[in-house]
């Protein structure tokens, strides 16, 4: 996937996918 190899090669965008992924998880746990 390209987009995947985009997220892993962007530092920046993996962190802020990972806090919203905390926030969504924190949001519904």
Known sequence: ???LQQL???PTV????????IFIFGAEA
């Open 14 to 21: 993996t962190v802020e996918f990972f806090i919203i992924f």
């Open 8 to 10: 892993l090669l962007s």
């Open 1 to 3: 996937m390209l987009v």
